[in-house]
Every structure is written in C-alpha cells, then in structure tokens.
C-alpha cells in the first residue's frame, strides 16, 4: 500500500512544532529567508542546530550557501510575520526592524531566540536539504513569552501548559 502526499501531510500537519525563521544574506547582499517549522536542536558538543529548506525555495542556495545564517524562534504575537516569510516573490524585510548578528548574520528585531550560526554542514533530504548550523551567538527575550506554534495549518501562541 502507497501512502499518499496528501495524507503524509495531513499526518505530519498533527504534530505540533515551533516555527522558526531562518534568513542570510544572499550574493548581492540582500536579505533573504523563509518561515520554517523544521527546525531541531541536534548537538551539544558541539552546539548544532538543524533546519530543513526546500530545494526549490527561491532562498535556498543563499541559506546553504552562507558561511553565517540565523533562526529566529517566533513569539506567539508574530504569526504575520511567519506568513511574510512564507511568501514567495516579495521583499521578505518589508516593515521590519533589522539589524546584525557578531558575524553579519541578518538579525530581525522582537523575536523570542535569535541564534547565530555558522554553517556545519548540508545533506540531501529528498526535497529538501538538512542543514546544520554550529550556533556561534545567541539571544533569548523574556521566558514569559509564549512561543509561536503550528498545528494543523493553524499558527498561534502556545496556549498556557
Ligand atoms: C508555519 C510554516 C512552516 C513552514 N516550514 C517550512 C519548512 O520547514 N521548510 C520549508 O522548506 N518550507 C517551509 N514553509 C514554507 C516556506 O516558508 C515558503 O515556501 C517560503 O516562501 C520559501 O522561501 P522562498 O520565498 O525563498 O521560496 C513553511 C511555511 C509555514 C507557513
């Protein structure tokens, strides 16, 4: 028996994630970046994170291609701007407060974690990459803030545990 897209994707739409923004600076030194739910810690020692581009992603050989990127952890008040990220075709910086990592990484002010990482390595993921970050600078606003989660197509706050 096949199992199909569409039901692969309502399966997986029933495990709830964080959503995360990764962004870098493309050839031309324009900011580029897209809304990502897979996103994973993956080490301590040393301290890797992943993230999972699509291949086809208009960002994707800028945010692999990068010796420095960053994820942004989105709060539970930036559903927008996961959507703004979300979008293909668009200047994904409009209307944002930018700014840089130590190592020039795009930085995107008011999010819940901002990590700074170089870049570790890339593996084939079908269609799309896995690639690891080494985490070289972090900042974490306010534990009281609820993150953004997403479930079932839905993005909201984390409803209180
Ligand atoms: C909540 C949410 C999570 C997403 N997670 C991913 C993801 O993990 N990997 C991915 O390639 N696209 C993901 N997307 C879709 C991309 O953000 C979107 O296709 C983006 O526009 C791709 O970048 P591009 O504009 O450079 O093509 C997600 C979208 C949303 C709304």
Redesign the pocket.
């Known amino acids: 028996m096949t199992v199909s897209i569409s039901d692969f994707k309502q399966a997986m739409g029933s495990f709830p994630?964080g959503?995360?923004?990764t962004t870098a600076h493309d050839a031309q030194g324009a900011v580029?970046?897209?809304?990502?739910?897979?996103?994973s810690s993956v080490s301590l020692d040393p301290l890797l994170v992943l993230?999972?581009?699509?291949k086809?992603?208009?960002?994707?050989t800028?945010?692999t291609e990068a010796r420095y990127f960053s994820i942004h952890i989105l709060s539970g008040e930036q559903a927008s701007l996961?959507?703004q990220?979300?979008?293909?075709?668009?200047e994904?910086t409009h209307g944002l407060s930018m700014s840089s990592g130590p190592n020039g990484a795009p930085k995107i002010a008011g999010c819940l974690v901002y990590l700074e990482c170089e870049r570790h390595a890339l593996y084939d993921g079908g269609d799309?990459g896995i690639l690891l970050g080494a985490v070289r600078y972090l900042e974490m606003a306010d534990s009281a803030t609820p993150p953004l989660v997403?479930c079932r197509?839905q993005?909201g706050p984390l409803p209180p545990l």
């Open positions: 994630t959503v995360t923004v580029v970046g897209m809304t990502a739910s897979a996103f993230m999972c581009p699509a086809d992603a208009e960002c994707y800028a945010l996961a959507w990220f979300a979008k293909s075709g668009i994904k799309h997403y197509s993005l």
